[in-house]
């Protein structure tokens, strides 16, 4: 039962609604209001708290926007060079395999400079979990054309719109690992309403359980907002991505093990 103060006065609330784990820092975030990046935290720092696995879990913040993860993970972070996380997490694995070992990734990160160490980690099948945040854009470095840029989204550079014919289609990233033998488990998932999120928690649980089981990689991608890149108030680039990322980015579970 939780109790706050109102008016000098000692409430009771019969219900606790939202409670921050442990396992978030003080520290303030350091991304836009409205990003989903901040929730996609929480639901990480809840999985590993819940498994009571703070002082057993690595995580490995390579650049882009959740560069500075590790000042609001209480756990042990490694921060990577760009887009070179899975190739860092399959090293520390491979030295403390008992240990949980997780990158977090935006999509200029994972899908551009990083593509290479993406997809060979996936096929090796390195016993670790991706946590993959796509908003289309790269949102730290100024909102230029990522490769999950949609056809026809403007971006720093593309302002006219992304151009299939010349500048390619975007890059699914999850349905292009989920072909590969060495992924056990792959999702798509969104943080932009309650559902969405208790759906997005459990993938991510999933993801870190089945470490335990040493059958692969697990791979939990998260569609996500940028208002600031897309130069749009926090509900209106949730309803944008509703509109415009779900139908080429679907929700839910891609590949899932056999029981």
């Not at 999509?107 to 551009?112: F, I, S, T």
């Not at 208002?227 to 990322?245: A, E, F, L, R």
Request: glycine share 8%; proline share 5%.
């Amino acid at each position: 039962m939780a109790e706050k103060i109102t008016n000098n006065d000692i409430v009771q609330e019969e219900n606790l609604v939202y409670k921050k784990t442990d396992l978030l820092t003080d520290k303030s975030l350091s991304y836009c209001p409205g990003c989903g990046h901040g929730t996609a935290h929480r639901l990480v720092m809840e999985v590993i708290e819940e498994l009571n696995a703070q002082e057993e879990t690595i995580g490995i913040a390579p650049v882009g926007c959740s560069v500075l993860a590790y000042e609001f993970m209480d756990i042990d972070m490694q921060q990577a060079a760009h887009g070179r996380a899975p190739a860092l997490a399959t090293a520390i694995k491979r030295l403390y395999p008992e240990k949980y070992v997780f990158t977090y990734q935006g999509d200029g990160d994972l899908a551009a400079i990083g593509t290479a160490e993406t997809i060979h980690a996936c096929n090796r099948g390195e016993n670790i979990t991706i946590i993959f945040v796509n908003n289309g854009i790269y949102g730290m470095t100024g909102g230029q054309m990522a490769p999950t840029t949609l056809p026809g989204m403007k971006s720093s550079t593309s302002p006219y719109g992304r151009d299939v014919e010349t500048m390619g289609s975007p890059l699914k990233m999850t349905e292009l690992v989920a072909q590969l033998p060495g992924t056990y488990f792959v999702s798509r998932q969104a943080v932009h309403t309650p559902s969405a999120v208790r759906k997005a928690k459990k993938a991510i649980k999933k993801a870190f359980e089945n470490q335990k089981l040493k059958k692969g990689l697990s791979f939990v991608e998260i569609v996500s907002n940028c208002n600031s890149g897309w130069k749009m108030t926090p509900n209106q680039s949730n309803k944008w991505m509703v509109d415009n990322m779900f139908p080429y980015y679907p929700l839910g579970d891609i590949k899932v093990p056999e029981e």
